[in-house]
């Protein structure tokens, strides 16, 4: 279920950006229709996923590589996740995974 929830987030905040980026660049004559245009819609549709998808993302990976009874399922996991960490410790290894995605 973590998994099939994190994979659900990226490809939506994936294509939805994508699409409404390059639609922009377009619509407003900043780039034609080749590949600059891509490689900006892509690079910006990356970077917006990454942003929507980190928190799920390091939720599911603590959760999966926790020992057995550390956490009681993924909530519980982000609950004890925020209030011993504080909300930034959803956005761990933001860097790495944006320019993996």
Same mark, same amino acid.
């Given at each position: ?11 939506? @905040? ?21 590949? +600059?245009?891509h490689?900006?819609?892509?690079? @910006?549709? @990356? ?26 399922? +993924?909530f ?9 960490? @504080? ?6 290894g ?8």
């Amino acid at each position: 279920l973590p998994n099939i929830t994190r994979n659900a987030i990226v490809n939506c @905040g994936e294509m939805v950006t994508y699409d409404i980026i390059k639609e922009k660049l377009l619509d407003y004559h900043l780039l034609t229709d080749n590949f +600059p245009c891509h490689f900006v819609s892509a690079f @910006g549709a @990356g970077f917006c996923a990454t942003l929507v998808a980190s928190p799920v993302d390091v939720v599911k990976t603590r959760y999966m590589n926790s020992p057995p009874g550390q956490y009681h399922s +993924p909530f519980d996991c982000m609950l004890k996740m925020v209030t011993q960490e @504080g909300p930034t410790a959803f956005y761990k290894g933001l860097t790495p995974s944006f320019l993996r995605l």
